[in-house]
């Protein structure tokens, strides 16, 4: 398959999907080894912020999905939403920020770092898709543990866990997490208020 058509049967499996796709799934797919996809991916990530396309080819950890470009999401949000959704809360994001930092974490953990009950607020970020479970902790009782979602990622305008800012300390108990995790507390409002709790980019599908 010639490198143009490769382009043009990634974008139409993605836009396709509507959601992340793995890159296994699509070299297995497409009938291409992992380099020759990232090649074919990235200059189509090039192109399409060089032509300023109203799409974005984005990589996700392992994956790649098609959204739309983040300097239309305003006219989007206008065109096909009724409302804007509701921001993320101090608490939901600081429960956000335990738990992208120290993954996997059970609600207890969180609990304890927060000095508070975080079943509603771990249940709100499950609804919204920002945490997931992740098995369950080999210790009596077998408690849950949760980790953050691809849409995580998207949400905040992060390719992988690596981009996320640095903490300024080391502790991790009871309330100097808390106070340690607050100005990275503050970069993540910073990037919700910039895209919002949805995607810089609304994910393409097939409607």
């Known amino acids: 398959m010639e490198v143009k058509e490769l382009q043009s049967a990634l974008e139409g499996v993605l836009f396709a999907a509507g959601e992340p796709v793995s890159v296994e799934r699509l070299c297995l797919g497409l009938e291409v080894d992992r380099p020759t996809l990232d090649a074919v991916a990235q200059q189509m990530m090039d192109q399409f912020s060089y032509d300023r396309r109203g799409i974005r080819l984005v990589r996700l950890e392992n994956s790649y999905q098609l959204c739309s470009a983040?300097?239309?999401?305003?006219?989007i949000r206008a065109t096909l939403e009724s409302r804007k959704p509701a921001r993320l809360s101090q608490p939901a994001l600081?429960?956000?920020?335990?738990?992208?930092?120290?993954?996997?974490?059970?609600?207890?953990?969180v609990d304890q770092v927060r000095?508070?009950?975080?079943?509603?607020?771990?249940?709100?970020?499950?609804?919204?898709?920002?945490?997931e479970e992740a098995g369950r902790l080999s210790v009596p009782g077998r408690p849950m543990q949760f980790?953050?979602?691809?849409?995580?990622?998207?949400?905040f305008g992060m390719s992988s866990l690596e981009e996320l800012p640095e903490l300024p300390g080391t502790s991790q108990e009871g309330s100097q997490l808390t106070l340690e995790l607050?100005?990275?507390?503050?970069?993540?409002?910073?990037?919700?208020?910039?895209?919002?709790?949805?995607?810089?980019?609304?994910?393409?599908?097939?409607?």
């Open 70 to 75: 983040p300097e239309y999401a305003d006219a």
């Open 94 to 109: 600081e429960v956000l920020a335990i738990v992208a930092y120290y993954q996997p974490v059970t609600r207890a953990y």
């Open 115 to 131: 000095g508070v009950d975080s079943a509603y607020t771990m249940g709100l970020l499950l609804e919204r898709e920002l945490i």
């Open 147 to 155: 980790r953050t979602t691809k849409n995580f990622l998207r949400s």
């Open 182 to 207: 607050e100005a990275s507390l503050a970069r993540l409002r910073q990037a919700e208020e910039g895209g919002g709790e949805e995607p810089d980019g609304l994910a393409g599908g097939t409607a």
